[in-house]
């Protein structure tokens, strides 16, 4: 699935667990990185959760964070 397609993405999170999420648009577990972005110029982002909640993964390019500010 590319960004292009994807709009954001809910995850569920854990308080003090970190998490990384996919930055290039091609890991089959999105919004997680599965290591797909090996022969691109991403890297995953890593997010620590500070609560138990659920997040929005933003899915575009327009964004400056991972973190979907437009849900
Ligand atoms: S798979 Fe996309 S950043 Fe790792």
Redesign the pocket.
């Known amino acids: 699935m590319s960004f292009e397609t994807k709009k954001f993405t809910k995850l569920d999170v854990v308080s003090g667990k970190s998490y990384?999420?996919?930055?290039?648009?091609?890991?089959a577990?999105?919004p997680l990185?599965?290591?797909?972005?090996?022969n691109?110029s991403?890297?995953?982002?890593k997010y620590v959760a500070t609560s138990d909640t659920s997040i929005s993964v933003c899915g575009c390019d327009e964004n400056k964070t991972v973190i979907c500010d437009c849900a």
């Open positions: 990384f999420l996919c930055q290039c648009g091609h890991s577990k999105f990185c599965d290591g797909s972005h090996k691109t991403f890297s995953p982002e």
